[in-house]
């Protein structure tokens, strides 16, 4: 399986260790997600939020395992460099269009590593009032936590490894992958 992936997906999969995690592993997860939240708020009309670019894949399939009326928003951030690790400060580049004020809000998250972005898109949500507000990640790095930041809803725990695919990316690139990499040192350093 892991190696037809990387057949299937060479060139891209040269800059690869491993796949850690299958798109079946990841679909699996996604539909168990799905029909909890789809149980958990019923009659509550949720907005899902997610922020631009990474959480794409993620939110396109779990929002068709949502078997309740929903709607959709997205904000986009300036992020530190995940080579340094550099905590620099997080700044809104792009701002909901629906207002959030009494409305049951998830937040969806692609990768959760020191908790920073998190922490600072929670606060910023929680001025606007929602009726409630919870977290729903789908990969977890625990090793690098900074800030401890509630999550209702988590798909996997990872190891303290950079990783691409499925909306996880290293400078823009392997976005696309349909499953989850081990990304190799070598490239990470960008040698
Ligand atoms: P943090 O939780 O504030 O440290 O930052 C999370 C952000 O760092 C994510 O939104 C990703 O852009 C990036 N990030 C952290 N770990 C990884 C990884 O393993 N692969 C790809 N991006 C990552
Ligand atoms: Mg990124």
Redesign the pocket.
């Known amino acids: 399986m892991k190696n037809d992936l990387m057949r299937e997906f060479a060139p891209i999969t040269n800059d690869l260790d491993d796949i850690l995690l299958s798109p079946d592993d990841i679909y699996k997860r996604v539909v168990e997600i799905g029909k909890e939240i789809s149980r958990d708020y019923l009659g509550r009309n949720p907005i899902f939020i997610g ?1 631009l670019k ?1 959480v794409l894949f993620f939110m396109a399939d779990l929002l068709r395992q949502i078997s309740i009326p929903v709607e959709m928003d997205f904000i986009a951030v300036s ?1 530190y460099s ?1 080579e340094t690790r550099d905590l620099g400060y997080v700044r809104m580049v792009k701002d909901l269009d629906i207002p959030i004020g009494d409305r049951h809000v998830l937040f969806v998250e ?9 922490n600072y898109i929670l606060q910023n949500l929680i001025m606007r009032q929602p009726a409630s507000l919870e977290v729903c990640v789908l990969f977890n ?1 625990p090793a ?1 936590r900074i800030m401890n930041v509630p999550i209702k809803y988590k798909g996997f725990d990872l190891p303290d490894q ?3 695919g499925y909306g ?3 400078r823009e690139r392997y976005r696309n992958l349909p499953f989850v990499g081990l990304l190799k040192a070598s490239v990470f350093r960008g040698k």
């Open positions: 922020v990474g992020n995940p692609d990768v959760i590593d020191t908790g920073m972005t998190l790095k690098h950079f990783v691409v996880l990316d290293h």
